[in-house]
């Protein structure tokens, strides 16, 4: 597997090796042993999985207290995924850093623990699914808005108008969020 750091330190895209030939293909999603020799040390205590549509727009989640580490994927469609640094001790505070997933280029996202999260869908029946290292606990779930000028994610829209629910619609500002130390 190919380990690709990114922008902002703790983020990392993972490039799984693919084996395929005219029946498809094979590759290891998760393997502990293989992560861990990588320097991913990972212990999972949940699996989600999400179907969209279309410019649906998640996010920008995550817990305090309780914080996720998310390991990402999509098996079908397409996504651009986005993680903002909510670390105030980070040099990288309140900035973003955004990927596209797919089912073709078969890449994963790791987004550690301090982050929030969310992604815009780029086609229909996108199935994106990812793996948390704490479990979901709603009482402390917050949602920073996805479209806070001062954090500034440029969503590739191109005329797309973003479906959103109430909660991502009324997520706090940067400035009033509750951030991680």
């Given amino acids: 597997m190919n380990v690709i750091s990114c922008d902002i330190p703790g983020l990392l895209i993972i490039e799984p090796r693919v084996f395929g030939d005219e029946r498809g293909f094979f590759m290891e999603s998760w393997n502990a ?6 320097g991913l040390d990972m212990n999972f205590v949940q699996d989600n ?24 994927r999509v098996t079908s469609g397409a996504v651009f995924d986005v993680a903002v640094d909510l670390r105030r001790s980070s040099d990288h505070f309140g900035k973003w850093f955004g990927v596209e997933l797919s089912a073709e280029n078969k890449r994963m996202f790791w987004v550690p623990e301090g982050f929030a999260h969310g992604f815009l869908t780029l086609e229909d029946d996108t199935d994106f699914m990812y793996k948390c290292t704490a479990p979901y606990a709603p ?4 949602s920073l808005v996805w479209n806070d000028p001062a954090v500034g994610i440029d969503w590739p829209l191109n005329g797309i108008e973003p479906i959103i629910s109430d909660k ?13 130390p």
């Fill in 139 to 142: 009482e402390h779930e917050h």
């Fill in 49 to 72: 999985h999400s179907r969209s549509q279309k410019g649906v727009l998640r996010g920008m989640h995550f817990q305090n207290p309780g914080a996720q580490g998310k390991l990402l």
């Fill in 33 to 38: 042993t293989a992560f861990a020799e990588a």
């Fill in 168 to 180: 991502d619609r009324d997520g706090a500002q940067l400035a009033t969020v509750e951030t991680y």
